[in-house]
């Protein structure tokens, strides 16, 4: 009801044409038909937001405490696929083209990398906002993290990666 009076009072009949001259009261009775809608569906949609992210810290806590913890020399790491997903907006400067700063480390890359654990090799992905070569140099300086698995389920594999976000 709310959406036809908005309609109406902008003007608007039929094939979403404007017929004839607005009515600006009955398109404001319209908005406040759809107000309180709109302001629900966005409290009840942050509120799930904020409850999917505590449960999620919740379980990720769990885990990190009740799995195994061992060390993952990082030179065995090896990179297997870098998808950078960041815009190509390069602004040029006298002989060098430099990425714009307000599109910088918006987007996270995804970096696959595969590395020998418990006898195979495991490959994981995750997400960061580094660089291919930024990454190469974090694991150089770094050269070793803690890898987290539960013994109960091989899928449930962990591996530090949070020093590339700092």
Known sequence: MGIVLLFVGLGYRGKYQRVSDSYLPMALI???ILLPYIIYFFYSSNRYQKRQKIFMEKEYNVFINNSRKSHLNLDDVKIISFNS???D??????GQLNQKNSYKNKNMNDVKVEF???GQKLKY???TNKGLDN???HFAI???TKIYFDQNDSDKIYVDFDFLNK
């Open 125 to 127: 992905l995750f997400k």
């Open 116 to 118: 020998p654990f418990g």
């Open 30 to 32: 319209g908005v406040g």
């Open 89 to 94: 907006f390069y602004e040029s400067k006298v």
């Open 85 to 87: 997903k960041s815009p």
């Open 135 to 137: 990454i190469k140099i």
């Open 142 to 144: 770094k050269k070793e």
